[in-house]
């Protein structure tokens, strides 16, 4: 194994991610934009009449949904008035992918590393919609509960499903989708570091 490009490479990382993640972190209404747009037309679909509107505040996602409290304190659905049941989300806790996949990319010896940072941001796309509508979903079957379970009749099984998906859409996806893109777009550096890797990357 040739250690010199290995040690470039780390030291690249080392040295790109604190600039990737203040990028990421001072472009948060760019690039979770698109994400945004995409989660309200999809749980629109999936769960017609929970959300009034999803939108950005910053770095921030504000969720209105079509729930309130009566004068007795229950939830119902329309919401009395314009008192609705509404949560303010932290969408970076699960998009750090981004910069980590952007200081993978760019301390990666090779050509075309610009045209691979925007292929992988791209393949990033569906992992950062699921982690955001599974976020919004748990918020909705577990903050606003019954009322929004009973609305859209969702069974115990579905529940769990939610709750499984908000789980892998939070602690295990952002962590392992920019590895695995990085793999898949630098196999020509990784075969120079272990000549035999070629083999099982060709599989």
């Known amino acids: 194994m040739s250690q010199k490009p290995l040690y470039r490479f780390m030291l690249g990382v080392v ?16 690039h979770l934009a698109p994400v ?40 119902v659905s329309p919401p009395v008035g314009d008192d609705v049941l509404g949560f303010h989300l932290n969408p970076l806790v699960y998009s750090y992918s981004l910069p ?16 691979k940072l925007v292929w992988g941001l791209l393949l990033l796309l569906p992992v950062e919609l699921f982690s955001m509508v599974f976020h919004v979903l748990k918020t909705l079957t577990f903050e606003v509960g019954a009322a929004f379970q009973l609305q859209q009749g969702f069974a115990q099984g579905s529940i769990d499903l939610i709750a ?8 295990l996806l952002p962590m392992i989708a920019p590895l695995i893109i990085w793999v898949a777009l630098s196999r020509d550096f990784l075969t120079q570091l272990a000549p035999q890797l070629e083999k099982a990357l060709a599989r």
């Open 36 to 75: 945004t747009l995409l989660t309200s037309a999809l749980l629109d679909w999936i769960t017609p009449d929970a959300l009034l509107w999803l939108k950005l505040d910053g770095h921030m996602l504000v969720l209105a949904s079509s729930f309130g409290r009566d004068a007795s304190g229950a939830v």
């Open 100 to 115: 980590l996949l952007a200081a993978l990319i760019l301390a990666t010896p090779g050509k075309e590393r610009g045209l």
């Open 164 to 171: 499984l998906g908000y789980q892998v859409g939070t602690l």
């Open 15 to 30: 040295i790109l991610l604190p600039l990737t993640f203040l990028v990421w972190y001072f472009t948060a209404a760019v």
